[in-house]
């Protein structure tokens, strides 16, 4: 074993026996190197959504525990599937799902988190010189349940495999051939990076590029383990997503980034004491509710509004909590708006460099787009903006920071 | 909890949401009896066929192993489904695989046998009062690779399952009212069975009848667990299958069956010598080929024919093995023939009633229909005939023992 490569394959890359297919011949292309491989798998194209939606048909609230022991099913169809089209080549693999693999996480069903990996059955199996396939996705609490690890999860599960393994590489493979200076479907002439540092790949995902897992990414900086995102079904050159200090290209912008998944909750005359925020996103975190942006303004008359952004999905249960909430510590009003947009633009060049927020502001006032909220990183600015705005806002800040191809 | 319960449910019984939601009535109904239940559950419909066919896309000879790896979801996504459908009616239930259930197999992946069941999970979940649902036909080995039981292995799950927790009651519900006289699709006048003996139903499912899986009666028999058939759908009464000792009504023949599965082979001019029978036999096992009827006549001229039926599936195989064995041993030919029907009549009653074997054959003639092969067990008279006359075979015997309707 030359070199022990970590590989991961989306759903849409094994979406068909003819996509596994082409998989399978991508796999054996580096097993002829010589080198280790350990393949993650999605499930197949749509199944997750699909089992999801025959979960709501049956119970609108399933436990998450049944939840992940259904969702777990579909990266295994797809690795038993890899591996049999790896045999049919003449390769010898075997695949491996949560529990074998010694994926052993919390008991947070349905968005659980890696705590440890005990892989001496990978091991035991790269050393008979087997590729090995895993079912992304999913691990096993300490009751031998089922776990999963939320959406994107096998993102997740080759990061976390490459860093318990000391691989050489970690390739990330979808159906786009890389990570992109804007969503490419809304901004024809986006330009792909070859190079991204892992701060702005993390604020691109979390602010709405879908090309990885952002916990994924957090793992992956953590541990320095450069990601290499590419095309399954091209060859050209995708992106490399390492630590700044190697990344040669330093533009002021890397990209800038549309979501329209998340809602705006806003909070109505909260007094302006100590612990007010607190007691609020106490009760948030307790339910488990991801906030994104959080904004709180000065306030007014010792009363001051809180604004905060969560999934769309999250909104009926955000509101419930925040209206508990509301009542003891003598809220006004809460507000949930869903008809929201927001837009973000990323890059590590921005520390350094003023006017970013104007250029930003200018870009959007020049479309008479009106912002309902900002939030600043020291690497990103967010606005919130109507929905109806959002691609408008997008186009606007790629052409204002020059992103485009050249 | 009053009494335990074992109940098994076939992938017919859960084929689709509305389906499930009949189950999981069902189940309650025990449950607020105060039973405890554990329920196992099949692949949904036709889920099983539909995984083969996609592995055979990809790998016309998959290992075993994988086949397992991609078979046992089937049953993962039913367990959960049934589960989350048994929370939404406001009952505590969890689902469970093959490794939590601590079902523990041999190697043999697709036809693994139990070695053992460590239930202690089960019991623990069911001293909390949840409704445990076990995935069926699913097992681990000692290696915690996933293995399968062989088709209708659900079956042998549920018994397992109730001789491990010494269940008061093992019940197997599908898409039939019970075990009738002969198949119903057959022959119009079928009658439903109220009792019938181990031995008889393990002599009609053997030659056909697909009311429940052979080993599963086996098991059950050998820890004298009765079981009880019904349909998963209607209130009729279903069949007790039982100790002979405990079953009132005694006629001299039971039932009737046919398969068409079945092929037959001849080994023609085998040297009539002492272990030539062995040694062929020897090589069929060691390649897990199952043979069902055996014939040998007596030899003429230092020869004898060898003959035996093997299911047509593993007709390929067999011919492979057999004529690498005939070539040892020097025997002249090898005939496989997959144009063959087996009808059979079965009744412990046989044992001491003359004349069964004489109006067996007489049925046939009557019918002009020719026998090539004959073999009887105390309980039972196999004849192999032309495929284009089982049917016929079928409703001339059901006729000639008066099994029809009163």
Known sequence: MKKLIVQKYGGSSVATVEKINIVAEKVLSYKKKKYGLVVVVSAMGDTTDELIELANRINPSPEKREMDMLLATGEQVSAALLAMCIQSKGSRALSLVGYQVGILTDDFHTTAKIQKIEAQRIQKELKSGKVVIVAGFQGMNKDSDITTLGRGGSDLSAVALAVALDADECQIYTDVEGVYTADPRIVPDARKLEQITFDEMLEMASRGAQVMQTRAVEVAKKFNLPLYVASTFSKKRGTMIMDESQVIEKPVVRGVTLTEKEAKVTLRDVPDEPGIAARIFK?????????????????????????????KSEVKKTVKVIKEVASVIDAEDVLADEDVAKISVVGVGMRSQSGIAFNTFQALAEQKINIEMITTSEISISCVVRKTDGKKALLALHKKFDLQKK
């Open 283 to 311: 009760s948030l975190g307790e339910n488990n509710i991801n906030v994104d942006m959080i904004v709180q303004n000065v306030g007014h008359d010792k009363a001051t509004d809180i604004s905060f952004t969560v999934e």
